[in-house]
């Protein structure tokens, strides 16, 4: 009941579970396993696509005749194992050329450069089959607002999206972008910081049809917000093209957690959101294993953020199966139909009979909501009591 299938769309990047465990303070503890190491291990835990970095896959010193050799290793593989590319992005954050940022860098050569790679990974990227292309600026950003202009920035970064959604028109390519939001971390501030930034800056481009979002459960929670309510947002827009599901403590440190192992609660929400809407693009995690872990301990981590995916999922099933939840809910959103003539929109009808109708103002003061009750029973539906 909790394995994975192929219809979950479950994605990882090379990047996830192939992460060494380096960090800011210590060196790596797990050897770097090969792109085609990395596509059977997982096949083996049951995963359906993979993701990657052009450079996760081809170093960026590769010649060509050695990206090709990769590309038909990393081929082979995929065919081996069934495992599928939905989705590609371009490192513009590792290199040192990228040290103040890719589209949004002041030097002109480094802004040019980043479409020329981006260019290329794409390329890469649709041969291995992606239909989604994410961006995630890790460097478009400052740690001191003297020496950069954030107008500025936005008008280079609107400039660089709009000239790569033309590359790809011009290809003919089957491609979708997906920007991807985060406050801080590798950069003191990284420019359209959240989910809603983006949402907004995705239309004024040229293309805004072509372009949506890949919002991150750590990256909300870093900025101390509510994820569910920053996905509901670009669901209702239409442009939840693509999600990174991981957890993250608030107010610390870039995570990257297993999902669903730290804030259960907000991961049920976040999973009945996604599941009662209808999401069916990939379920990626964006997350890592512990830098205890070794790389059985990496498999242990991969299967457990897929299987706590489906856990929530039945759990969702059952609180809408719950009968005491389901009456509750019907109490909470009863209406007898009384103020159905002020709904639907403005008339100037609507709004002379509104203005003189006489609302008991102290009563509507006088109703509570059971959410304490509704509330304890998802706490306890969680607990598994219920
Ligand atoms: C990096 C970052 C992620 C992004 C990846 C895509 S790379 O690991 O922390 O949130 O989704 O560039
Ligand atoms: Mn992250
Ligand atoms: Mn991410």
New binding site residues.
């Given amino acids: 009941m909790y394995d994975p299938k192929p219809e979950n769309k479950f994605t990882f990047?090379l990047?996830t579970v192939g992460n060494t465990g380096r960090d800011p303070f210590g060196e790596p503890v797990r050897h770097q396993l090969t792109p085609v190491e990395i596509v059977h291990l997982l096949a083996e835990v049951g995963a359906w696509g993979v993701n990657f970095?052009d450079n996760d896959l081809v170093p960026i010193t590769a010649t060509a005749a050695e990206r090709d050799q990769i590309v038909r290793d990393f081929k082979q593989a995929l065919a081996d194992t069934g495992i599928v590319v939905p989705m590609a992005?371009t490192n513009l954050f590792s290199d040192p050329a990228f040290r103040d940022g890719a589209f949004t860098s002041n030097d002109a050569q480094v802004r040019a450069y980043a479409l020329q790679k981006t260019m290329n990974a794409i390329d890469l990227g649709v041969e291995l089959g992606a239909k989604i292309y994410?961006f995630?600026g890790?460097r478009e950003g400052t740690e001191t607002d003297a020496g950069k202009d954030p107008v500025t920035a936005i008008k280079r970064s609107r400039e660089a999206m709009n000239f790569l959604c033309e590359y790809v028109l011009d290809q003919g390519y089957d491609l979708k972008f997906a920007l991807?939001a985060?406050p801080n971390e590798p950069r003191g501030d990284i420019y359209n910081a959240t989910t809603g930034n983006m949402l907004a800056f995705i239309e004024t481009l040229d293309h805004p049809d072509m372009v949506g979002v890949?919002p991150?459960v750590a990256?909300e929670h870093m900025a101390g917000l509510n994820f569910t309510h920053h996905v509901a947002q670009a669901m209702e827009a239409g442009k939840l093209f693509h999600i990174?599901l991981n957890d993250q403590a608030f107010g610390r440190y870039?995570q990257?957690f297993r999902f669903g192992s730290v804030n259960l609660k907000s991961a049920f929400f976040l999973v009945r959101l996604l599941e009662d809407n209808g999401y069916d693009a990939s379920r990626h995690f964006?997350a890592h294993a512990y830098r205890t872990a070794d790389y059985d301990d990496v498999k242990a981590f991969a299967r457990g953020c897929m299987r706590t995916y489906l856990i929530l999922k039945e759990k969702v099933a059952r609180f809408n199966a719950d009968v005491e939840i389901q009456e509750l809910l019907a109490h909470i959103h009863a209406d007898d139909g009384s103020m159905d003539g002020f709904q639907g929109g403005y008339s100037p009808e609507k709004a002379a009979a509104l203005r003189n109708y006489a609302f008991d103002r102290p009563a509507l003061g006088r109703r509570g909501q059971p959410y304490e009750r509704l509330d304890q029973l998802v706490v306890e539906l969680l607990l598994g009591v219920r």
């Fill in positions: 990047g990047w970095h992005t994410v995630w890790g991807e985060k890949n991150e990256h990174d870039d990257d964006d």
